[in-house]
């Protein structure tokens, strides 16, 4: 009697134990059953694809490679205020008032007209270094390698003897400080990089650059430049017929000018991969009207600012 009802109670805890966790025991089994069959059958998993890190190009020609990359040797930007009034500064109310934006009024643009000195050990390290250049025959161009970051910085304008470097296909201006560039640019015949990338007070370009027919890489600050595309700064009015600032010939036609007039005009033409301002020199009217014609969006003629 006694192993009968022994019998009976496990039965009903039997009973009991499935109505209460039957299911979830079930449910157990199932997934310990999927884990194991999952890690039988698992195919293995494809090798993730390399990831690929981009860095910033610091006085680097096109395609350098990574192991070449070197840091910024920049320490101070050059600056100025010729564009100010593009930006839209914030302007703080009377207390407790909505903050508002102002802009700037655009006042009469002028040229830049700092002065190189030419004693000193800047600059006569800039000449000599574009002598070994055109000596050894190297096809870059490199200023602030070549003389170092504290003197490239006193370098506002480039040697005219440039126009000798007939080998070079890649100048570096990486952050200059430069405010203009000559005319003699244009006989860099075998140009084919053109790098002045931050250089902040170069607003302009000489229109002797489009003589560079090699050039297909460019890489500007084009917010500095005048009347670029995005902020539509407008550009210094002409004539300023500057002695620092005209080239020994025509800008077209490469004749010398007349002892009459220089005829000045603003270009805008897609030189390389960029739309730049250019500066004619011209010494007709009639070299004025041959001109290209403009990049799309911009004045569709030669304009006097």
Not at 124 to 146: F, T, V
Not at 230 to 249: D, E, G, H, S, T
Not at 284 to 293: A, F, I, N, T, Y
Request: proline content about 8%; hydrophobic content about 40%; charged content about 25%.
């Amino acid at each position: 009697m006694a192993f009968r009802n022994i019998l009976v109670l496990c039965h009903l805890a039997v009973s009991a134990f499935w109505e209460e966790l039957g299911l979830f025991a079930i449910a157990a089994a199932g997934v310990a059953i999927a884990v194991l069959l999952g890690k039988s059958f698992k195919q293995p998993a494809a090798e993730d694809p390399p990831i690929t890190l981009f860095r910033p190009r610091f006085n680097q020609r096109y395609a350098t490679a990574d192991v070449e990359l070197r840091p910024n040797p920049v320490r101070r930007y050059a600056s100025c205020h010729c564009l100010d009034a593009q930006y839209e500064p914030d302007e703080m109310g009377e207390e407790g008032a909505e903050e508002k934006v102002v802009r700037l009024e655009w006042q009469e643009l002028l040229f830049h007209t700092e002065a190189q000195d030419e004693t000193s050990d800047a600059w006569k390290s800039l000449e000599a270094y574009i002598a070994k250049i055109r000596e050894e025959g190297s096809d870059e161009l490199n200023p602030m390698q070549g003389i170092g970051p504290e003197k490239w910085k006193q370098i506002v304008t480039l040697p005219k003897s440039i126009g000798t470097l007939k080998s070079v296909k890649f100048l570096s201006l990486y952050g200059s400080h430069l405010v203009r560039i000559p005319a003699e640019i244009g006989e860099m015949t075998n140009l084919e990089e053109f790098d002045p990338y931050t250089s902040r007070c170069l607003h302009w370009l000489p229109y002797e650059i489009t003589r560079c027919k090699r050039l297909t890489r460019s890489r500007v600050s084009t917010r500095c430049l005048y009347g670029n595309y995005k902020y539509r700064p407008p550009f210094p009015r002409l004539p300023q017929i500057l002695p620092v600032l005209a080239p020994a010939a025509c800008s077209v036609c490469g004749e010398q000018f007349p002892q009459t007039q220089i005829y000045q005009a603003w270009i805008s033409l897609r030189v390389a991969t960029d739309v730049l301002p250019l500066l004619v020199h011209a010494c007709s009217e009639k070299c004025v009207e041959s001109l290209p014609k403009p990049a799309s969006g911009y004045v569709q003629w030669p304009h006097l600012g």
